[in-house]
């Protein structure tokens, strides 16, 4: 453990951590840093670990090796900062529960033991779910809602929290496309903003578009850093392999770096 | 006897008082078992009862209350262990660590009872009464603990209701905001199982499983949220245990605790079929409505298409047309436009056929259709 701030102007600090399952590496000797204020990418292909990066950073998944510091203390310590956006389909969408709860239920660790959400909870939440523009769901059964409404409240119930370092288990799975362009409108107001966005992302068309950090993943760190210098041919095919081809013709073809300007630029074309 | 002659039984008065309390606690604590998918759970616990009343027996050497329902408690305890090293440490999945897990101590359960039957102890007599329950051996002294430990149950869910229904819904997240996850966990199991064992004497080991899985399964069908879904499986519950009782003291030589199940489940039959929005029939006369819904909605559109293909808005379309368009009688759908004004009767042909022309709703109406269908074919 440690006492003392360690690495406390980065938002996100992660050091020789190793994880197995059973005696399987899934994570093996990852360092990784992620500096405030940016909104930052994790790829790499199915089974490279990235959920359970998160899940380790989040303090769910014991690692083997090594600490994870979020702006310089534990997460323990930093978890009233830090909000998460679990996989959609991690939970059980026909519980009898309505969407001002479930987004409320972000609140239940500010609570403490005891204390029933009030009045005040109820408006936090409702602002939540506006910025995700589901006010008018709010005492809709969640049994109800869409894939991408469901991604939506998911994203409101970390909102509520009002903190500084969001992680975003795969937001863009199975959503429509303009809940996914909604999506990505919020999180680039939550980087300028000020708050740091961790995205955990499957779809490499649109990597150089949304983000502005990159990590490349496949169970060691492939490569880190500003997106232009890291989203390059060779990364991508060192961490996916034979499949990159299939994947993503021309993105990759064009190997040249880009400046972090006409990766904004980009950003307004869709 | 009259009901009131009933009520006013001393041993009658045990045995409802008892299943109500029964019904109040299992039902409450079913609906967390059941949403978080472990219907089974209490199967397991309850069979697994079996060996811990046995060796509760053998301990005291009598048929003392308080250390079988102790051993019960252990050796249910013992048996969700078992099962959650099963699951964690092989690739065992839980159906099958429960399943495992259940038969493993059942068996063991019903070793022990033969043993102890063969020793000949005069105490022993009965004890196998616990696998089917015997109701009517409910005494004072067992409501006060029964009572209690509803009580206890009850207290704590209402203490911890936010932080049980945040684990039930999402452990993971609930971890990540500081709950103690697997604390809450083993509190909820232990407090199914503190259920079992208020049951076992009256249900028994074999049915107890019900009693927590029915009051909640037929709750869900009717509510949409959770505080109402536990109150109104608690009241299920109750229920249940209240008629099973009252029959089983009517009748003659009729076994409590299986009437209690029986009672549960008609609710849970009634709630499957017939709940507002979940229930099967709902769904099916929903489904009918849409059907004939959109029959109506097509044999609309085929006037309007014919109309304007004689470029007449008030062309009149003859019943036998529309039938012989769609090959079956549209005369019902005719007749809800009809109600609805969207279209009208206009006399009759040679033939004694009805003919049909559109109302100026009705025109509005299916252009409306035909635009919200958005393709540009209006024939």
């Given at each position: 453990m440690i006492d003392t701030p360690h690495e406390p102007h980065l938002a996100l600090h992660v050091e020789d951590l190793t994880v197995s399952y059973q005696s399987k590496p899934v994570l093996w000797d990852i360092d990784f840093d992620i500096p405030p204020g940016v909104l930052a990418g994790i790829i790499g292909p199915n089974g490279a670990g990235k959920s359970t990066l998160i899940k380790t950073i989040l303090g769910l998944v014991k690692p083997v090796a090594g600490h994870v510091t979020i702006f310089g203390d534990t997460y323990r310590k930093q978890r009233r900062h830090v909000g998460y956006v679990p996989q959609r389909t991690s939970v059980d969408w026909d519980f009898p529960t309505t969407v001002l709860d479930v987004v409320t239920m972000g609140l239940y660790g500010h609570l403490g033991w005891f204390r029933r959400p009030g009045r005040r909870e109820r408006d936090e939440a409702l602002d939540a779910l506006a910025m995700v523009n589901m006010?008018?769901?709010?005492?809709?059964?969640?049994?109800?809602?869409?894939g991408g409404q469901q991604q939506r409240v998911f994203i409101a119930r970390a909102l509520v929290q009002k903190a500084d370092v969001y992680f975003l288990d795969e937001p863009m799975a199975g959503v429509d496309a303009t809940t996914e362009r909604a999506i990505i409108d919020l999180l680039h107001r939550l980087r300028d903003e000020g708050k740091t966005v961790i995205v955990v992302h499957h779809?490499?068309?649109t990597v150089r578009r949304y983000f502005d950090w990159l990590m490349i993943l496949?169970?060691?760190?492939i490569s880190q850093g500003p997106v232009e210098q890291v989203y390059t041919g060779p990364n991508l095919r060192q961490a996916y392999g034979g499949q990159i081809a299939l994947l993503d013709g021309q993105a990759v073809m064009q190997d040249q770096p880009t400046t972090k300007r006409d990766a904004t630029a980009n950003h307004g074309e869709r | 006897m009259s009901l009131l002659a009933l009520l006013s039984d001393y041993t009658i008065q045990n045995v409802v008082i008892g299943a109500a309390l029964l019904g109040l606690v299992s039902g409450t604590l079913g609906c967390f078992a059941v949403l978080r998918k472990q219907s089974l759970l209490g199967d397991t616990l309850s069979h697994a009862a079996l060996p811990g009343i046995c060796l509760g027996f053998l301990v005291a050497g009598t048929r003392d209350i308080a250390s079988m329902l102790t051993g019960a408690l252990i050796t249910g305890t013992l048996a969700a262990l078992v099962m959650l090293v099963l699951t964690r440490h092989s690739r065992l999945k839980t159906d099958a660590g429960l399943g495992i897990s259940l038969s493993l101590s059942f068996a063991l359960g019903v070793v022990l009872l033969t043993y102890i039957q063969g020793t000949n102890n005069a105490a022993q007599g009965g004890l196998d009464s616990f696998l089917f329950g015997q109701?009517?051996?409910?005494l004072r002294s067992d409501l006060w603990i029964m009572g209690g430990i509803t009580l206890a149950a009850l207290a704590l869910v209402m203490l911890f209701w936010k932080e049980f229904k945040l684990v039930s819904f999402d452990p993971a997240f609930a971890a990540t905001r500081g709950l103690p996850v697997a604390t809450l966990e083993t509190g909820l199991t232990v407090m199914v199982s503190l259920a079992v064992v208020v049951g076992l004497q009256m249900v028994g080991v074999v049915l107890m499983a019900a009693m927590v899985i029915a009051p909640a399964v037929a709750a869900r069908q009717w509510t949409h949220r959770l505080g109402t879904m536990v109150l109104l499986s608690a009241l299920i519950g109750i229920a249940s245990g209240v008629f099973g009782a009252l029959i089983s003291a009517m009748g003659?030589?009729?076994?409590?605790g299986p009437l209690i199940i029986l009672s549960a489940s008609v609710l849970v039959v009634i709630s499957l079929l017939f709940a507002p929005g979940r229930g099967f029939v709902w769904s099916l006369l929903s489904q009918w409505r849409a059907r004939r819904h959109l029959r109506s909605q097509q044999v609309l559109t085929t006037l309007y298409r014919l109309a304007m293909e004689h470029k007449d808005t008030t062309y009149r379309t003859q019943q036998g047309m529309v039938d012989t368009y769609y090959g079956i009688g549209t005369r019902l759908s005719l007749a809800r436009l009809q109600k609805n004004g969207l279209v009208r009767l206009r006399g009759q042909d040679a033939l004694q056929q009805p003919g049909w022309e559109l109302t100026t709703d009705g025109i509005t109406e299916a252009q409306r259709i035909l635009d919200g269908l958005g393709h540009g074919d209006r024939r």
């Open positions: 006010q008018d769901f709010a005492r809709r059964q969640i049994s109800q809602l869409s779809d490499l068309q496949n169970v060691r760190v | 109701a009517a051996a409910t003659r030589g009729l076994a409590t």
